[in-house]
Protein backbone atom coordinates (compact mmCIF):
# COMPACT_ATOMS: atom_id res chain seq x y z
CA UNK A 1 0.00 0.00 0.00
CA UNK A 2 1.45 3.43 -0.62
CA UNK A 3 1.24 5.49 1.63
CA UNK A 4 0.87 9.47 1.04
CA UNK A 5 2.46 12.22 3.44
CA UNK A 6 0.22 14.76 4.29
CA UNK A 7 2.76 16.61 6.12
CA UNK A 8 5.22 19.37 3.86
CA UNK A 9 8.06 18.93 6.12
CA UNK A 10 8.71 15.72 5.71
CA UNK A 11 10.02 13.43 2.42
CA UNK A 12 8.05 10.43 1.28
CA UNK A 13 10.91 7.96 2.63
CA UNK A 14 10.78 9.27 5.92
CA UNK A 15 7.07 9.44 6.27
CA UNK A 16 7.21 5.80 5.65
CA UNK A 17 9.81 5.20 7.69
CA UNK A 18 7.97 7.06 10.55
CA UNK A 19 4.76 5.16 10.18
CA UNK A 20 6.56 1.31 9.92
CA UNK A 21 7.58 1.88 13.32
CA UNK A 22 4.53 2.72 14.78
CA UNK A 23 2.15 0.02 15.82
CA UNK A 24 1.37 -1.80 12.03
CA UNK A 25 -2.01 -0.67 10.58
CA UNK A 26 -4.58 -3.74 10.42
CA UNK A 27 -6.45 -5.02 7.56
CA UNK A 28 -9.68 -2.62 8.28
CA UNK A 29 -7.75 0.50 8.54
CA UNK A 30 -5.70 -0.44 5.06
CA UNK A 31 -8.48 -0.90 3.57
CA UNK A 32 -10.48 2.04 4.39
CA UNK A 33 -7.18 4.02 3.11
CA UNK A 34 -7.00 2.45 -0.19
CA UNK A 35 -10.75 2.66 -0.65
CA UNK A 36 -9.98 6.48 0.25
CA UNK A 37 -7.72 6.95 -2.05
CA UNK A 38 -9.39 5.64 -5.08
CA UNK A 39 -11.92 8.94 -4.60
CA UNK A 40 -9.04 10.77 -5.81
CA UNK A 41 -7.43 14.00 -5.19
CA UNK A 42 -10.65 14.56 -2.90
CA UNK A 43 -9.01 11.46 -0.23
CA UNK A 44 -6.21 14.55 0.86
CA UNK A 45 -9.07 14.97 3.31
CA UNK A 46 -7.93 11.71 4.98
CA UNK A 47 -5.66 12.30 8.26
CA UNK A 48 -2.54 10.79 8.05
CA UNK A 49 -2.26 7.35 9.55
CA UNK A 50 0.52 8.88 11.95
CA UNK A 51 -1.94 11.40 13.07
CA UNK A 52 -4.43 9.17 13.35
CA UNK A 53 -2.21 6.76 15.69
CA UNK A 54 -1.27 9.88 17.84
CA UNK A 55 -5.44 10.54 18.35
CA UNK A 56 -5.86 7.32 19.73
CA UNK A 57 -3.30 7.39 21.96
CA UNK A 58 -4.29 10.43 22.82
CA UNK A 59 -7.71 9.82 23.37
CA UNK A 60 -7.14 6.66 25.75
CA UNK A 61 -4.66 8.43 27.90
CA UNK A 62 -7.11 11.12 28.39
CA UNK A 63 -9.57 8.62 29.50
CA UNK A 64 -12.09 10.12 27.25
CA UNK A 65 -15.31 8.04 27.62
CA UNK A 66 -17.42 11.27 25.37
CA UNK A 67 -16.26 12.41 22.31
CA UNK A 68 -17.05 14.74 19.53
CA UNK A 69 -16.35 14.85 15.75
CA UNK A 70 -16.72 17.94 13.39
CA UNK A 71 -15.99 16.55 9.72
CA UNK A 72 -15.99 12.77 8.90
CA UNK A 73 -15.31 11.88 5.96
CA UNK A 74 -14.86 8.22 5.06
CA UNK A 75 -14.69 8.13 8.80
CA UNK A 76 -11.11 7.03 9.71
CA UNK A 77 -10.06 9.46 11.92
CA UNK A 78 -13.14 8.89 14.33
CA UNK A 79 -12.41 4.87 13.79
CA UNK A 80 -9.14 5.81 16.08
CA UNK A 81 -10.90 7.83 18.29
CA UNK A 82 -13.33 5.43 18.45
CA UNK A 83 -10.82 2.51 19.69
CA UNK A 84 -9.28 5.10 21.95
CA UNK A 85 -12.11 5.28 23.90
CA UNK A 86 -13.27 2.45 26.67
CA UNK A 87 -16.25 0.11 25.91
CA UNK A 88 -18.73 2.20 27.25
CA UNK A 89 -17.47 5.25 25.38
CA UNK A 90 -19.33 7.15 22.84
CA UNK A 91 -18.37 9.65 19.95
CA UNK A 92 -20.45 11.65 18.03
CA UNK A 93 -19.77 12.14 14.06
CA UNK A 94 -21.26 15.32 12.44
CA UNK A 95 -20.93 15.27 8.71
CA UNK A 96 -23.14 16.49 6.08
CA UNK A 97 -22.59 13.69 3.35
CA UNK A 98 -24.37 10.94 3.21
CA UNK A 99 -22.13 9.19 -0.12
CA UNK A 100 -18.80 9.66 2.54
CA UNK A 101 -20.06 8.53 5.65
CA UNK A 102 -21.65 5.48 4.04
CA UNK A 103 -17.92 4.13 3.27
CA UNK A 104 -17.48 5.00 6.92
CA UNK A 105 -20.22 3.18 8.56
CA UNK A 106 -19.02 -0.27 6.56
CA UNK A 107 -15.21 0.03 7.97
CA UNK A 108 -16.83 1.11 11.89
CA UNK A 109 -19.35 -2.31 11.29
CA UNK A 110 -16.18 -4.28 9.74
CA UNK A 111 -14.57 -2.93 13.26
CA UNK A 112 -16.98 -4.18 15.71
CA UNK A 113 -17.09 -0.28 16.49
CA UNK A 114 -20.40 0.87 14.91
CA UNK A 115 -22.16 0.59 18.20
CA UNK A 116 -19.55 3.39 19.95
CA UNK A 117 -20.07 5.56 17.42
CA UNK A 118 -23.13 7.83 16.29
CA UNK A 119 -23.62 9.76 13.23
CA UNK A 120 -25.63 12.91 12.36
CA UNK A 121 -26.05 14.11 9.43
CA UNK A 122 -26.54 17.81 8.48
CA UNK A 123 -24.91 21.80 9.08
CA UNK A 124 -22.51 20.60 12.32
CA UNK A 125 -23.42 24.24 13.78
CA UNK A 126 -26.94 23.63 14.25
CA UNK A 127 -26.56 19.82 15.39
CA UNK A 128 -23.77 21.78 17.95
CA UNK A 129 -25.90 24.51 18.91
CA UNK A 130 -29.54 21.88 19.18
CA UNK A 131 -27.45 19.90 22.20
CA UNK A 132 -27.75 21.66 25.90
CA UNK A 133 -25.21 23.56 27.18
CA UNK A 134 -23.54 21.69 29.55
CA UNK A 135 -20.79 19.34 29.98
CA UNK A 136 -21.40 16.97 27.52
CA UNK A 137 -17.41 15.91 25.65
CA UNK A 138 -14.20 15.64 27.22
CA UNK A 139 -12.68 15.50 23.69
CA UNK A 140 -13.02 16.30 20.09
CA UNK A 141 -11.57 16.95 16.84
CA UNK A 142 -12.57 19.57 14.40
CA UNK A 143 -11.38 18.93 10.71
CA UNK A 144 -14.20 20.42 8.28
CA UNK A 145 -14.95 23.96 6.91
CA UNK A 146 -12.15 26.15 7.90
CA UNK A 147 -14.63 28.92 7.84
CA UNK A 148 -16.66 27.28 10.01
CA UNK A 149 -13.91 26.36 12.52
CA UNK A 150 -14.41 29.13 15.12
CA UNK A 151 -18.14 28.56 15.29
CA UNK A 152 -17.13 24.57 15.82
CA UNK A 153 -14.81 25.53 18.64
CA UNK A 154 -16.53 28.05 21.02
CA UNK A 155 -20.31 25.97 20.67
CA UNK A 156 -18.13 22.61 21.24
CA UNK A 157 -16.02 24.45 24.28
CA UNK A 158 -19.40 25.29 26.16
CA UNK A 159 -19.91 21.46 26.19
CA UNK A 160 -16.64 20.49 27.44
CA UNK A 161 -15.53 19.89 30.81
CA UNK A 162 -12.60 21.23 32.45
CA UNK A 163 -9.11 19.73 31.52
CA UNK A 164 -11.43 18.38 28.08
CA UNK A 165 -8.91 18.82 24.60
CA UNK A 166 -10.07 20.03 21.75
CA UNK A 167 -8.00 18.59 18.24
CA UNK A 168 -8.26 20.72 15.14
CA UNK A 169 -6.75 19.81 12.30
CA UNK A 170 -5.07 21.72 9.01
CA UNK A 171 -3.53 24.58 10.75
CA UNK A 172 -0.61 24.60 9.55
CA UNK A 173 -2.40 24.59 5.43
CA UNK A 174 0.58 23.28 3.82
CA UNK A 175 2.86 25.97 5.49
CA UNK A 176 0.55 28.51 3.68
CA UNK A 177 -0.33 30.57 7.20
CA UNK A 178 3.20 31.74 7.38
CA UNK A 179 3.38 33.28 3.94
CA UNK A 180 2.40 36.83 4.07
CA UNK A 181 2.01 36.47 0.16
CA UNK A 182 -0.95 33.99 0.40
CA UNK A 183 -4.04 35.53 0.94
CA UNK A 184 -6.19 33.07 -0.46
CA UNK A 185 -9.39 33.07 1.63
CA UNK A 186 -8.92 29.11 3.33
CA UNK A 187 -5.74 30.55 4.04
CA UNK A 188 -6.96 33.58 5.44
CA UNK A 189 -9.62 31.65 7.63
CA UNK A 190 -7.16 29.03 9.10
CA UNK A 191 -4.82 32.36 10.21
CA UNK A 192 -8.07 33.81 11.85
CA UNK A 193 -9.03 31.03 13.78
CA UNK A 194 -5.45 30.17 14.77
CA UNK A 195 -5.07 33.83 16.35
CA UNK A 196 -8.38 33.10 17.91
CA UNK A 197 -7.01 29.80 19.81
CA UNK A 198 -3.58 31.56 20.53
CA UNK A 199 -5.06 34.58 22.24
CA UNK A 200 -8.12 32.60 23.83
CA UNK A 201 -7.73 32.99 27.84
CA UNK A 202 -9.76 30.03 28.47
CA UNK A 203 -7.75 27.40 27.02
CA UNK A 204 -4.02 26.32 26.88
CA UNK A 205 -2.81 25.32 23.77
CA UNK A 206 0.22 23.39 21.97
CA UNK A 207 0.40 23.92 18.20
CA UNK A 208 2.34 20.07 16.41
CA UNK A 209 3.85 19.32 13.52
CA UNK A 210 1.33 16.23 12.95
CA UNK A 211 0.28 16.04 9.36
CA UNK A 212 -0.85 19.45 7.48
CA UNK A 213 -0.73 20.70 11.76
CA UNK A 214 -2.42 19.72 14.79
CA UNK A 215 -3.54 21.77 17.66
CA UNK A 216 -4.35 20.86 20.91
CA UNK A 217 -6.38 22.96 23.66
CA UNK A 218 -7.04 22.27 26.33
CA UNK A 219 -9.71 23.82 28.51
CA UNK A 220 -8.89 25.21 32.15
Same mark, same amino acid.
Given at each position: ??????????????????????????????????????????????????????????????????????? &?? &?? =???? *????????????? *??? &??????????? =?????????????????????????????????????????? =???? =??????????????? *?????????????????????????????????????????????????????
Amino acid at each position: MELTTKSFSLSPEVHRYMVEHGDPLDDVQRRLIEETAALGRISMMQIAPEQGAFMQMLTRVSGARRAVEVG &TF &TG =YSAL *CIARGLPADGRLL *CLD &TSEEWTAIARR =YWREAGLDERIELRLGPAAETLRALPEEPLFELAFIDADKSG =YPVY =YEEILKRMDSGGLIL *CDNVLWFGSVADPGNQEQSTRDIRAFNDLVASDPRVERVMLAIGDGLTIARKR
